[in-house]
């Protein structure tokens, strides 16, 4: 059975700062995905990844198959980034079946 | 507005009654995905759908729990006989080819509460 980890499970911070949320899973995946949910449900994909780093704006999401983990940062918080971000992996042959992580919960103090 | 959208975005209802929530993908995508979501835990996968045909069911959590998508556009999702343990937000989400290797877009979500 994978296991998808998160932590933290929530997190609070002063905007400016640099923030890392951390992912781990248990047995081989082909696809890790970051996804952020806002208050009252909408899901927005921000990264897809099989490997290597990504990097969009302020957020960057690597991924280290070896060690099979995933890190998501977020340089130069702002509030509006307060919401809780989902890692999600897919696996094997099964092309529908994500695996998500129970989430965490960013707070971003102005 | 991801282009995916879901209707109702809320529905109470007795416990017994049958509920049905309404998923429209985004047009061209052939992958059509149904999760559910309770409080501080992350989605679950229920089913999912592959232009009409239903590839995987095996998640959906009882005989109760039904999805369809006819004409391999939008989908439905059908509970039958609510009971209170099936208050949750239901996710539909779409994608073009499969989750490894694309971008997957959520709607909004459809809140249930049974009373």
């Known amino acids: 059975k994978n296991e998808v980890e998160q932590s933290p499970q929530n997190l609070t911070a002063q905007e400016g700062e640099f923030i890392t949320i951390n992912c781990s899973y248990s047995?081989?995946?082909?696809?890790l995905h970051w996804l952020q949910q806002h208050p009252g449900g909408g899901i927005v994909s921000l990264f897809m990844?099989?490997?290597g780093k990504k990097k969009h704006g302020r957020l960057i999401a690597t991924i280290n198959i070896q060690e099979k983990h995933s890190s998501l940062h977020i340089t130069a918080s702002h509030p509006r980034d307060s919401a809780v971000y989902i890692c999600?992996?897919?696996?094997?042959?099964?092309?529908?079946?994500?695996?998500f992580g129970k989430g965490t919960k960013l707070s971003v103090k102005p | 507005d991801t282009g995916v959208s879901q209707n109702p975005r809320h529905k109470i209802t007795k416990r017994g009654q049958n509920v049905t929530f309404r998923c429209d993908p985004i047009?061209?995508?052939?992958?059509l995905y149904w999760y559910r979501q309770t409080l501080g835990q992350g989605p679950e996968f229920l089913t999912y759908?592959?232009?009409?045909?239903?590839?995987?069911k095996s998640r959906l959590l009882s005989d109760r729990f039904s999805a369809e998508r006819p004409k391999g556009s939008f989908s439905t999702l059908e509970i039958q006989r609510t009971e209170q343990g099936d208050s949750a937000m239901y996710l539909c989400?779409?994608?073009?080819?499969?989750?490894?290797?694309?971008?997957?877009?959520f709607g909004e979500g459809s809140w249930l509460t049974v009373v």
């Open positions: 999600a992996v897919s696996y094997g042959g099964s092309q529908g079946n994500l695996i």
């Open positions: 989400a779409s994608a073009q080819g499969g989750a490894r290797g694309n971008t997957i877009y």
């Open positions: 047009s061209e995508h052939n992958r």
């Open positions: 990844l099989s490997s």
């Open positions: 047995v081989g995946i082909s696809a």
């Open positions: 759908f592959q232009n009409e045909a239903q590839l995987e």
